[in-house]
T-cell receptor
Framework: DAGITQSPRHKVTETGTPVTLRCHQTENHRYMYWYRQDPGHGLRLIHYSYGVKDTDKGEVSDGYSVSRSKTEDFLLTLESATSSQTSVYFC????????????FGQGTRLTVV | GNSVTQMEGPVTLSEEAFLTINCTYTATGYPSLFWYVQYPGEGLQLLLKATKADDKGSNKGFEATYRKETTSFHLEKGSVQVSDSAVYFCALSDQGGSEKLVFGKGTKLTVNP
């Protein structure tokens, strides 16, 4: 268990409001990721980080931003939430290296009404 | 770009039946291949992996062989149990050094007693 904590675990918010999801890890892993899980799509990468203040876009980054000011924390922000961002969000970490295992948090269920 | 196609299911089996979940991939180079499992209400966890052609990953009675000639990584288990009921995801990681994962859409397995 890589000690990944996501907060909050559940959130309901209104369209147009900003939302920030937090991922905290205790394993000092270099890489951190945010994925969203939707029926019929599996998991899709939103953004990832390869070090403090080093981030890059994933497959579905529109409408999302991220920040990593400390190794252990990776924040995902929806600047103005839309109903299409209703989803389950998973944070993951990886120490790095070919074929290394990714460790996942328990997920955050976000509903935008 | 890289992609993963897997049998979507749902799959319903009786206890002790044989399981196969097909997975094929498209990628440049030599990606690492994974099967992750998601139990209800939880995040994903690694089931098994293979990092080069002809490698066989195995864990908890599950097996998958990295077949480069057919670009496949099919998951098999000889005798499933009720406790194997879960969603199974095939995935590959790119070789850019970030270990980003590309997932298939997932296959829901239900095993009945």
């Amino acid at each position: 268990d890589a000690g990944i904590t996501q907060s909050p675990r559940h959130k309901v918010t209104e369209t147009g409001t900003p939302v920030t999801l937090r991922c905290h890890q205790t394993e000092n892993h270099r890489y951190m990721y945010w994925y969203r899980q939707d029926p019929g799509h599996g998991l899709r990468l939103i953004h990832y980080s390869y070090g403090v203040k080093d981030t890059d876009k994933g497959e579905v980054s529109d409408g999302y931003s991220v920040s990593r000011s400390k190794t252990e924390d990776f924040l995902l922000t929806l600047e103005s939430a839309t109903s299409s961002q209703t989803s389950v969000y998973f944070c993951a970490t990886n120490a790095g290296g070919t074929g290394t295992e990714a460790f996942f948090g328990q997920g955050t269920r976000l509903t935008v009404v | 770009g890289n992609s993963v196609t897997q049998m979507e299911g749902p799959v319903t089996l009786s206890e002790e039946a044989f399981l196969t979940i097909n997975c094929t991939y498209t990628a440049t180079g030599y990606p690492s291949l994974f099967w992750y499992v998601q139990y209800p209400g939880e995040g994903l966890q690694l089931l098994l992996k293979a990092t080069k052609a002809d490698d066989k990953g195995s864990n908890k009675g599950f097996e998958a062989t990295y077949r480069k000639e057919t670009t496949s990584f099919h998951l098999e288990k000889g005798s499933v149990q009720v406790s194997d009921s879960a969603v199974y995801f095939c995935a590959l990681s790119d070789q850019g050094g970030s270990e980003k994962l590309v997932f298939g859409k997932g296959t829901k397995l239900t095993v009945n007693p």
